[in-house]
């Protein structure tokens, strides 16, 4: 599957059905988004296209240390939104929270000698 339309088409299914699942029930939307999806396709993806297993380990083992400080957004934002910022300025403040974290998380995993 090199094809990038096919990529970026399925890519979107998922996106549009996490959406449209969220509308109906935030359970399974969240487990829905939660899954690692766009993760196991990028591994079958980076696989097909240069059957390195070293370059999936690779790409597998940073998304593990990179998935914790994505996780600041999924705690600041609900905050935020329930003390009553408004959604635009609460997403924002989150997205800035996470970059920060990513900036923190690289300099912490170098002091301790972890390459991404």
Do not use: C
């Not at 912490?108 to 000698?113: E, I, N, T």
């Amino acid at each position: 599957m090199s094809n990038p339309i096919l990529k970026v088409l399925l890519s979107a299914v998922v996106i549009v059905a996490v959406a449209e699942i969220s509308k109906r029930s935030s359970f399974w939307g969240g487990l829905l988004a939660s899954l690692p999806l766009t993760s196991l396709l990028a591994f079958i993806w980076l696989y097909q296209d240069t059957h390195e297993v070293q370059k999936v380990a690779d790409l597998s083992w940073s998304i593990f240390w990179l998935v914790l400080p994505s996780l600041v957004l999924f705690v600041v934002l609900p905050v935020l939104l329930k003390r009553g910022v408004g959604f635009h300025p609460a997403l924002g403040f989150s997205v800035l929270a996470m970059l920060a974290a990513y900036g923190a998380t690289v300099l912490v995993l170098r002091q301790f000698h972890i390459k991404l």
